[in-house]
């Protein structure tokens, strides 16, 4: 099993920035992808980075590129999503997901999740 812990949301302006933290636990992660998705009030969860655990590639949704990054540190097991030039279209709750496997986009992919960490954005 892999559990998940999201921090670092909270509330901010448009144009500030933010970073999240994902600490993961219970088994090698060598072989697993880690993603985050954002889930507005009444939408569906979307897909917003993600990255392998082993080679760190990467890849992120149109919305978000230029704006976010996505990074792990394999020494604390900790994955990052690096969010500058904040919009108020960028609220949401924030989760983490890990899959054994390689990147996939879709939430019915992945395998486990976090109970995710509200981020606001003020206009």
């Known amino acids: 099993q892999v559990q998940l812990v999201e921090s670092g949301g909270g509330l901010v302006q448009a144009g500030g920035s933010l970073r999240l933290s994902c600490a993961a636990s219970?088994?090698?992660?060598?072989?697993?992808?880690m993603a985050w998705f954002q889930q507005a009030p009444g939408n569906e969860r979307q897909f917003v980075a993600a990255i392998t655990w082993n080679a760190g590639e990467t890849y992120a949704a149109q919305s978000v590129l230029g704006r976010f990054t996505i990074s792990r540190d394999k020494t604390k097991s900790t994955v990052y999503l690096q969010m500058n030039s904040l919009k108020f279209e960028d609220t949401a709750v924030y989760y983490c997901?890990?899959?054994?496997?390689?990147?996939?986009?879709?939430?019915?992919?992945?395998?486990?999740w976090g109970l995710g960490t509200q981020v606001t954005v003020s206009s």
């Open positions: 997901a890990a899959r054994r496997g390689d990147i996939r986009w879709s939430r019915v992919e992945y395998d486990y």
């Open positions: 219970g088994r090698t992660l060598n072989d697993h992808a």
